[in-house]
């Protein structure tokens, strides 16, 4: 589960980020499912006038105009904003794009900018690269004694390994990173940017810009006992939220629904979208995972993939996550794929994200 922080969300759009060769190889055989369940580079623009000057005449050379780079932008009138924000962001309600023509005195090429959020959607770059896709390897994770404190060592763990993977991938594409703050709230209750979150079976972990919190309360061990792959999956979906975050996914998801209305048809139909990719790097992470040596089996990649059918709208009676059925389908091929253009929610047809 993830919320929009106060404020308007989107800073101005940039250009895309330079595509770095990525560190994946072909796609490697993935762990077998149950049998019980089928299934640029930054261009700098700039033109301007050179004067020549000589000893008994002046010749002025006009320049070309100045080009401009747009961005993939979104329209954001009538956009809400919330009551408070901690990002510095444009207050214009109306659809923006940039254009810059710089005057160049030096023949010295200007460097490529760093690593920088996308504001953009289905075509982001982060889902372009039909071979882009999660490392292979194995993590080690502690036993899973259901206890608070055997709770906070398994997912400190888990985190590691995510980091580490998601790390990798996204550096590579030239796309920022930077780990997530995990924290652990004990009471029935607790505070986030994202405002006062009741601890319940909607709450087995929540994800609110940079942080993300496991409650053990709301991880239901009483029901799910020893079955680490089940806490996995449900960890590495809010992890799947803070890539979101990291890339401009989320700001570009929550512009359009703050452009249409939360409760409105396409509203909830783009927070169904996010949910379900979220779903889909979930598969992802457990099936580039599981068998690579470490603690990840194929017992515990199982259970996780069992697990999925249980989960959704039918489950909780909400129309904001996808459909039982969707929900598992997503993280299934996730898991199956482990390429992230096979996650594009974004261009997935109505049909496939009810």
Known sequence: MSQPPPGQWPPPWGPYPPQQPPPWGPRPPQPPAPKKKPVGAIVAISLGAAVLLTVSLVVALTSGPSGS???????????????????TTPSTSTRTSSSRATTSTSSTPSSPAGPRQVFTLADHPLLTNPNAGLSNAGCNLPGWPSSPAASEAFFTAAAQCLNDRWGQLLTSMNL???????????????????????????????????????????????????KPGIYLALFAHEYGHHVQDLVG????????????????????????????????????????TANRGGTVTQDVFDAAWNDQETRGDNTSGSHDHGTNAHYAAWWRKGAQSDRLAQCNTFAAPDADVS
């Open 249 to 288: 996914l989320m700001d570009a998801v929550w512009q359009a629904i703050y452009r249409d209305g939360q409760q409105s048809t396409d509203g909830l139909e783009m927070s169904r979208r996010k949910e379900l990719q979220a779903q889909c790097f979930s598969g992802m992470f457990l099936g580039a």
């Open 69 to 87: 780079s747009n961005a993939a932008s979104y329209d954001t009138t009538d956009t809400p904003s919330p009551t408070s924000s901690t990002r």
């Open 176 to 226: 920022p990173f930077s780990p997530p703050k995990l924290e652990f709230p004990a009471g029935p209750s607790f505070t986030t940017d994202c405002g006062t979150i009741d601890v319940g079976l909607a709450t087995a972990s929540y994800y609110c810009k940079d942080h993300l919190y496991i409650p053990y309360r709301g991880l239901q061990t009483d029901q799910y006992g020893n």
